[in-house]
């Protein structure tokens, strides 16, 4: 069975790369992030990361010249690495390690809330630019930004967020019985996860402690955390 992963994961990593969504260390990190995926969560957390990658790309590539024109364009024309990668696939991937050995279902929805945050903040921030209309500061919303500042945040963009999040709980309903339950704790957890990784951007990175990698890995931390709460609250 194995096997078989190996080839089709090779196989999806070649289209990626042809279509210049990962750089080649970003394709490597894709591969085994998959990979493990896919061995211990099986194939429904695999197809959340790949929609994640999937919408990922096209948001980050949708209308790029005019994002590149407004200097607030990803580097490399949306090609995407390693650290964009494991930034935003890596406490997924820890946590279905941990899921895998426990057998809780609260593993996995904290694994899929960072998944959902990961493609929250992605459609946010790449469609909220387009989109989005007079960008506040969110730790200080009467603050104005130009599109694209850490920690800028529009309506237009929260939408974008709260969509995000709700397409990778519908992916992954039918792994839970309460779906009810599943539902709302994803999407919540991704949705405020996101917010999450404004608030970082605007304070810790901004200060040049984090960099835009590390921000969305405690982005996504966070959105698991939220995810599990909220599933608990809700007698998951």
Not at 126 to 136: A, D, Q, T, V, Y
Not at 174 to 193: D, E, H, R, Y
Request: glycine residues 12%.
């Amino acid at each position: 069975m194995i096997l078989i992963d190996v080839a089709a994961l090779t196989g999806a990593a070649l289209l990626v790369y042809k279509r210049k969504a990962l750089d080649m260390k970003g394709v490597i990190a894709a591969f085994f992030v998959g990979l493990v995926t896919l061995e211990l969560g099986g194939i429904i957390p695999f197809l959340a990361l790949a929609a994640f990658l999937g919408i990922g790309t096209l948001a980050t590539k949708y209308r790029y010249s005019e994002k590149a024109k407004l200097r607030i364009a990803e580097g490399k024309r949306g090609t995407r690495s390693w650290g964009n990668v494991l930034g935003n696939g890596l406490m997924a991937v820890i946590l279905i390690i941990v899921e895998h050995m426990t057998k809780q279902d609260i593993i996995w929805i904290a694994a899929l809330s960072s998944i959902a945050t990961a493609n929250a903040d992605t459609l946010a921030s790449e469609l909220g630019k387009i989109f989005g209309k007079n960008p506040r500061l969110i730790t200080n919303l009467k603050e104005k930004v130009r599109a694209g500042t850490n920690g800028g945040v529009t309506i237009q963009g929260e939408i974008f967020a709260l969509l995000g999040a709700l397409t990778i709980a519908l992916i992954t309903l039918p792994m839970f019985q309460n779906k009810g339950v599943a539902l709302i704790s994803i999407t919540l957890g991704g949705f405020l996860g996101c917010n999450a990784d404004s608030i970082i951007g605007a304070t810790i990175e901004n200060r040049g402690w984090f960099n835009n990698d590390l921000t969305n890995f405690a982005a996504t931390v966070v959105g698991a955390v939220f995810g599990a709460l909220i599933f608990l609250a809700f007698g998951g």
